[in-house]
């Protein structure tokens, strides 16, 4: 079983059951499970397709008990691709630059393939999707479809990137003044300030090699 090193130093380690959700969207909470995704040594919760399960049932999605190995197995190697893809669009958003074609035609390709397990419905007052299966591929299907629909609204939303050292995670910031530098001011907001503090207790000497 690999442990998860979480970068927080002076915090709990962190795992998928424990894993805080800031994005303020699900789409942001499924990418915000690797942390310093751009580092050399980015900390990953979807070790096994069981983080998986546990991240489904912390968003309140209904599964159905594994069917083999291979297919919990592919479900996961689709999360990563997903996670992957949506995690390129969105820094090429906050960097305020287009994303490329071809991040656009995998996503393309993600959103042709989950077809297989929704089917729409009438509801009250419109129309709705309705999963018509719950294996964990329907889950990656189902992430697929609202990740979509959340990127083509993206640009209209107040959308972030935590500047916290081994985090990098995205989030909404509907705060006031839409200044949030912070996934979260609890988690990298105070470590930042205790870093801060610790550099101006230090000697001038000391304080030369940061
Ligand atoms: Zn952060």
Not at 169 to 175: A, G, K, M
Request: charged share 30%.
């Amino acid at each position: 079983m690999l442990v998860i090193m979480s970068g927080r130093r002076n915090l709990p380690t962190l795992t998928i059951a424990t894993l805080p959700k800031y994005g303020g969207h699900r789409c942001l909470d499924f990418v915000n499970t690797v942390e310093g995704a751009d580092e050399a040594e980015p900390s990953e919760y979807f070790v096994i397709p069981d983080d998986l399960r546990i991240w489904a049932r912390r968003a309140d999605i209904a599964l159905d008990p594994p069917l083999g190995e291979a297919l919990e197995a592919d479900a996961l190697e689709r999360a990563w691709s997903l996670r992957q893809i949506i995690y390129s669009i969105l820094c090429a958003m906050v960097e305020r630059r287009s994303c490329s074609a071809a991040e656009t035609a995998l996503l393309t390709a993600a959103l042709e393939r989950s077809a297989g397990s929704r089917r729409l419905v009438p509801v009250p007052g419109g129309i709705a999707w309705k999963r018509t299966r719950r294996d964990l591929n329907s889950l990656i299907d189902m992430l697929v479809v609202e990740a979509v629909a959340f990127l083509v609204e993206a640009p209209k939303l107040p959308l972030r990137r935590c500047v916290g050292s081994h985090c990098g995670w995205f989030f909404l910031d509907y705060s006031r003044n839409k200044s949030r530098r912070w996934c979260s001011m609890s988690y990298c907001g105070n470590r930042a300030k205790a870093r801060r503090f610790r550099r101006r207790k230090r000697p001038a000497s000391e304080a030369l090699d940061d």
